[in-house]
């Protein structure tokens, strides 16, 4: 299996543009989360996803901040309109089932200018 | 504040010597889990030690665990310059939905 695949590894953006970010799960893992990593707050879960459904979006920052996950092997993160307090890094994992551990992308990085 | 709390923060050490980081948690846990991040990379899963259990061994890596002080820790021997990376403990908590919480993270510089 190739793993988590993210796409795009690099984001560079002007400040109101909408911002999407892409993951594809490990095949067969029916859970998929979305984390944000900085320096000041670390690395935090946004979102998460139990076959294909959200479980919990309380870390999602704000009304910009939107996720989907419409089948098995998609999601997306979209931050519209983006902000510069938004770039960071942002990262897919997924993972088998519950009690296991979780495989991460490479990650996209985000620069909202 | 965060459910894994990791110490130091930063540990610099020369190669072959051996590194050994702690992470402390608040709840009961299912599991407790180290990750390492190289720079620029996702987190890489190292090994998973489970609420029954109280050491466990991958390579050069030793974990061991102490559920009533709520306590974690993460050996690395005869560490090498391809070691340096942050590791990062993540707890598996039912009460939160099963959700890993992460720590912080140590950063870790092997000095060859």
């Known amino acids: 299996d190739a793993g988590v695949i993210q796409s795009p590894r690099h984001e560079v953006t002007e400040m109101g543009q909408e911002v999407t970010l892409r993951c594809k799960p490990i095949?067969?893992?029916?859970?998929l989360f979305w984390y944000r990593q900085t320096m000041m707050r670390g690395l935090e879960l946004l979102i998460y996803?139990?076959?294909?459904?959200?479980?919990?979006d309380s870390g999602m920052p704000e009304d910009r901040f939107s996720a989907k996950m419409p089948n098995a092997s998609f999601s997306t993160l979209k931050i519209q309109p983006s902000e510069p307090r938004d770039s960071a890094v942002y990262f897919c994992?997924?993972?088998?089932?519950?009690?296991?551990?979780?495989?991460f992308g490479p990650g996209t990085r985000l620069l909202v200018l | 504040s965060q459910q894994g709390e990791e110490d130091p923060q930063a540990l610099s050490i020369q190669e072959g010597e051996n590194a050994t980081m702690n992470c402390s948690y608040k709840t009961s846990i299912n599991n407790l889990q180290w990750y390492r991040q190289n720079s620029g990379r996702g987190l890489v899963h190292l090994i998973l030690?489970?609420?029954?259990?109280r050491e466990k061994h991958s390579g050069r890596l030793r974990v061991t665990l102490d559920t009533s002080k709520k306590s974690s820790s993460l050996l690395i021997t005869a560490s090498r310059a391809a070691d340096t990376a942050s590791y990062f403990c993540a707890t598996d908590v039912r009460a939160a939905g099963n959700k890993l919480t992460f720590g912080g993270g140590t950063r870790v510089l092997v000095k060859p």
């Open positions: 095949s067969g893992h029916d859970y």
């Open positions: 030690i489970r609420s029954n259990e």
């Open positions: 996803f139990n076959n294909n459904v959200p479980i919990d």
């Open positions: 994992a997924s993972r088998e089932a519950l009690g296991g551990s979780q495989y």
